[in-house]
């Protein structure tokens, strides 16, 4: 059931008649069919019968958008998987055709058996609309190829199954790297199809005139793959629980991670993007607080040290609010690594977040006096100094775009 209205494009208007038949609202709606066959409407000028429309204001239906519905952090948990293991077998070849050509007033026609098509593949695509494995399944077979026909007429091929990954998600086999998919639209051919069968007319030859062989398809290629995400990003943010990394992602980027007063709010990798006046973006990366020992995996471990190896440029977050902030940073460079040799000398900024609070102002001399490297100190909560942040974040960017470029690599883009 649905309301119309008279719409007519010339005449005398008839909407009062239309709508003194039909109910106007609440549960008395009819059919309008019904209205107009027990109350017959004049036509207008002309002979011809006006259309009936159904986009009136106060008839049609709300078309707005539905917004994306706000997932909570205990649920994004569920949600967010970064490690699957899947098993892909790819489709088998068809067999091949076995049969003689048939026509009359030709006797010996001879064979016409075609070729089986070929199994279809399982192939692995990158896309950048995908956050998370949550949605790869672990079993995937790509689809048989037909059977050859008469007349020489080959089998179809089996469709390729694609199976779609998020970017940056690394393919294992055995312990073993064997792909790497780092960019948006590439693909990895995770397990071949098998090759169709031959006929009977394949195996025709002058020593035999009307052969009856004919081999079945091959069987697909079979592998058990281990998938890992690493999330891909220009810059990483790292730093202790509780040191207002979320906060700071919030402040500079339309990302909406999960924010409390209490360590360990944030469970998942985030990724926010800044946005600048000349149309590049810079994608920066909320990884989950680590803790001492976290290469021993201890608190959250090595679930998430492996999404800051993809990390250009690293931005160390330190909580002003505590006595000798810079032992911090010394813990959290000691965690990398040990992880991952290298990896703690990358190029990046410490910084320095709490700075409205009263005994951040001294712990910020200090902190100067201790490192020699660059600190910017900022709020993420009041917004002080993020000028400055912007600033050097975008000449990080610019100089790994420029070492991209000079080793004849093109940088990621977002």
């Known amino acids: 059931?649905?309301?119309?209205?008279?719409?007519?494009?010339?005449?005398?208007?008839?909407?009062?008649?239309?709508?003194?038949?039909?109910?106007?609202?609440?549960?008395?709606?009819?059919?309008?069919?019904?209205?107009?066959?027990?109350?017959?409407?004049?036509?207008?000028?002309?002979?011809?019968?006006?259309?009936?429309?159904?986009?009136?204001?106060?008839?049609?239906?709300?078309?707005?958008?539905?917004?994306?519905?706000?997932?909570?952090?205990?649920?994004?948990?569920?949600?967010?998987?970064?490690?699957?293991?899947?098993?892909?077998?790819?489709?088998?070849?068809?067999?091949?055709?076995?049969?003689?050509?048939?026509?009359?007033?030709?006797?010996?026609?001879?064979?016409?058996?075609?070729?089986?098509?070929?199994?279809?593949?399982?192939?692995?695509?990158?896309?950048?609309?995908?956050?998370?494995?949550?949605?790869?399944?672990?079993?995937?077979?790509?689809?048989?190829?037909?059977?050859?026909?008469?007349?020489?007429?080959?089998?179809?091929?089996?469709?390729?199954?694609?199976?779609?990954?998020?970017?940056?998600?690394?393919?294992?086999?055995?312990?073993?790297?064997?792909?790497?998919?780092?960019?948006?639209?590439?693909?990895?051919?995770?397990?071949?199809?098998?090759?169709?069968?031959?006929?009977?007319?394949?195996?025709?030859?002058?020593?035999?005139r009307a052969p009856t062989l004919f081999t079945p398809g091959e069987p697909g290629q079979e592998r058990v793959l281990h998938l890992e995400l690493k999330t891909t990003a220009h810059a990483g943010l790292v730093g202790f629980p509780n040191a207002g990394k979320s906060s700071l992602l919030r402040a500079i980027s339309n990302a909406r991670p999960a924010v409390a007063a209490y360590p360990f709010t944030t469970l998942n990798p985030h990724v926010g993007v800044v946005c600048y006046q000349d149309y590049e973006q810079v994608a920066v990366a909320d990884i989950p607080g680590l803790i001492k020992g976290a290469h021993q995996n201890r608190g959250l471990g090595m679930a998430f040290l492996r999404h800051i190896e993809r990390c250009r440029f690293l931005l160390y977050v330190v909580d002003l609010s505590v006595s000798q902030p810079w032992i911090q940073l010394q813990d959290l460079k000691y965690e990398l690594e040990q992880y991952k040799k290298g990896l703690s000398e990358r190029p990046s900024v410490v910084i320095a977040n709490k700075i409205d609070l009263t005994e951040s102002r001294l712990n910020l001399q200090l902190l100067r006096e201790q490192i020699d490297e660059r600190v910017i100190a900022v709020s993420a909560l009041t917004g002080d100094n993020l000028e400055e942040l912007f600033l050097h974040l975008r000449e990080l960017y610019n100089a790994y775009v420029k070492t991209e470029q000079s080793q004849g690599q093109s940088p990621v883009k977002w």
């Open 1 to 208: 059931m649905f309301a119309v209205c008279w719409a007519g494009p010339g005449g005398p208007a008839v909407p009062a008649a239309v709508s003194a038949l039909v109910p106007r609202c609440g549960a008395g709606w009819f059919h309008w069919r019904s209205a107009l066959l027990l109350n017959p409407v004049p036509l207008p000028v002309g002979g011809r019968q006006a259309p009936f429309s159904t986009t009136c204001v106060r008839c049609s239906k709300n078309r707005r958008l539905r917004q994306k519905r706000v997932i909570s952090e205990r649920k994004l948990t569920r949600y967010f998987v970064d490690h699957r293991k899947v098993r892909v077998v790819g489709g088998q070849g068809g067999a091949g055709g076995h049969s003689f050509h048939s026509e009359p007033r030709k006797v010996f026609g001879g064979p016409d058996g075609g070729n089986g098509g070929d199994g279809g593949h399982v192939i692995l695509k990158a896309d950048q609309q995908m956050k998370s494995l949550s949605s790869v399944l672990p079993f995937y077979q790509g689809f048989n190829g037909e059977r050859g026909g008469r007349k020489n007429c080959y089998g179809a091929n089996g469709a390729y199954v694609y199976v779609k990954v998020p970017v940056g998600t690394l393919v294992k086999e055995d312990g073993e790297v064997v792909a790497d998919l780092t960019r948006h639209g590439e693909e990895y051919v995770a397990a071949y199809g098998g090759a169709g069968g031959k006929g009977n007319r394949f195996f025709l030859s002058n020593e035999n």
